[in-house]
């Protein structure tokens, strides 16, 4: 080998330690427990010094933090306690056991509305506000995406949805789903806690007792008995599925791989990175809103999604993949302009 060629290996060879060593020392903190005070010992007496009192203003901090995250919380709770009633209400429009009066309507009406729109209405075929939650859910992105056509007729039967803080770290809370008895499971109320805890978030479901055969979670399948290429019997086996409701698992299902069904490739409604973000997106937005996200007046969060793609870009500019929802599967983006979420509630003729 020339004697350049052995110089710029030896010199690559170098860099390779080096670069190995200044990783070392990065993951070191990592697993040495007295990396700190290691670190602080090394450090010359008047630096060390101002270190200290550094570490001192930070103690007050926490001390100070500490007491509003107590004092925000308390808040929380409170006004928790003052939107129920107004919730209450709320639900009892959408399921029916409250006909609104012509008062009520009036004022809820815009403005601009008032003296040009009849409200008289003389059909009362349908109570309530028939799948109000399903087209709530659909109208933004990261539900709409995990919903599926076999999930659909259990979420017609969903009356409300209700969350609030729970005993936890700082930014707890649970997500309440409540159900009219149903044809397809025991339960009537099923709820998703997010938990802060000094490991992480952590997800408290309430399991599903489904009735029989009415699981939508799995499905079933004519599968092969015999080995793969040879002739042989098959049977009938239950699979999981992709399923709005297996957020209520506590893991998500492994999708078969060797099912060639087109949905095999979609998330499944049990990762709980997406379910974190999905109660998140519910406790502060589709809940508290849920009126203006039937009727598609709230963002579906797309908008959202496009400023992380963004984001992605600049980091990634070399990257060719194209960026992607935080849920998988499907390519669809955007909102739902000229789309039905669900079969909306039959509508008095305008005069």
């Known amino acids: 080998m020339p004697a350049k060629r052995k110089a710029a290996q030896h010199r690559d060879d170098d860099d390779d330690d080096a ?20 670190f602080m010992s090394k450090l010359p007496k008047r630096i060390n ?9 930070h103690e007050e901090c926490e001390k100070i933090r500490k007491s509003f995250e107590e004092k925000e919380t308390a808040l929380r709770r409170k006004y928790d306690e003052l939107y129920a009633p107004l919730l209450d209400k709320r639900m009892e429009i959408i399921t029916g056991k409250h006909l609104p009066t012509d008062e009520e309507v009036m004022e809820g009406m815009p403005s601009d509305h008032q003296g040009v729109v009849d409200i008289t209405c003389t059909d009362d075929t349908e109570k309530g506000l028939p799948g ?23 979420l017609m039967h969903l009356m409300d949805v209700r969350s609030g803080v729970v005993d936890g770290g700082y930014g707890s809370f649970a997500v309440a789903f409540i159900f009219e008895p149903n044809e397809f499971f025991e339960e009537t109320t099923l709820i998703l806690k997010l938990i802060q805890g000094e490991d992480g978030v952590n997800i408290d479901r309430t399991p ?16 092969k008995t015999g080995k793969r290429g040879q002739a042989g019997k098959s049977a009938m086996v239950t699979v999981p599925r992709a399923s709005f409701f297996n957020a209520f698992k506590e893991s998500g299902w492994e999708i078969d791989a060797d099912d060639d069904d087109d949905d095999d490739d979609e998330l499944d409604g049990g990762d709980d990175e997406w379910i974190e973000q999905f109660l998140q997106v519910l406790h502060t937005s589709i809940i508290p809103s849920a009126v203006h996200h039937y009727t598609g007046e709230a963002p579906d969060g797309s908008s959202d999604i496009d400023s992380d ?19 998988k599967g499907s390519n669809q983006r955007g909102g739902v302009a000229g789309k039905a979420g669900g079969k909306s509630s039959p509508e008095c003729k305008q005069q």
């Open 49 to 57: 010094e101002r270190v200290q009192v550094l570490l001192h203003y």
């Open 309 to 327: 793609c963004d984001d992605e870009e600049d980091e990634e500019s070399d990257d060719d993949d194209d960026c992607v929802l935080p849920v």
């Open 208 to 223: 599903i007792t489904w009735k029989p055969g009415k699981d939508v979670t799995v499905k079933k399948k004519r599968k």
């Open 19 to 38: 670069s190995e060593e200044d990783n070392s020392a990065m993951y070191q903190k990592y697993f040495n427990k007295n990396f700190s005070r290691e």
């Open 132 to 154: 109000f939650w399903l087209r709530v859910l659909k109208h933004h992105v990261l539900p709409k995406f995990v919903i599926k056509e076999h999930d659909e007729p259990v």
